[in-house]
């Protein structure tokens, strides 16, 4: 049924990589071809795990530092959108929890929801460099 877990996350991994594109539009428009190339790693992760699930044959970010602050709206709307991808991201990991969580409780692909975590620190990452002007328009 299209109700089941899975099928939804699948669903939830597409919209990712839908608003994934509708960032490195946003970063095109700017001139930051570091940006575009950046996010194009997460666009092949939410790919892979739409298509196989477990990335392991993927480069994926490694554990960054994590790294928080304020967003408002003078950030622009490169970061806002960054913002909403991490937002994504984040509600994708909620839903692949859902449909990745046995009846005893265990999560069986727990490298998946690795890998979440992973990209929404990363988007952060990105955020901060958008912020301290990291990206030279190309």
């Not at 602050?69 to 709307?77: L, P």
């Amino acid at each position: 049924p299209n109700d089941h877990p899975e099928i939804k996350l699948r669903g939830q991994l597409d919209t990712l990589h839908g608003e994934v594109l509708k960032v490195q539009l946003l970063a095109s428009e700017a001139g930051f071809s570091d940006l575009i190339e950046e996010l194009e790693l997460i666009a092949r992760c939410s790919q892979f795990m739409q298509e196989s699930r477990l990335p392991s044959k993927l480069a994926y970010p490694s554990e960054t530092e994590v790294v928080t602050f304020s967003i408002d709206y003078q950030m622009g709307a490169l970061v806002i959108a960054l913002n909403q991808l991490r937002l994504m991201i984040e509600q994708t990991s909620l839903m692949a929890y859902e449909s990745l969580k046995e009846a005893d409780g265990t999560i069986k692909e727990v490298e998946l929801l690795e890998v979440l975590t992973k990209l929404a620190r990363f988007c952060w990452k990105l955020m901060d460099n958008v912020n301290k002007g990291k990206y030279k328009k190309r």
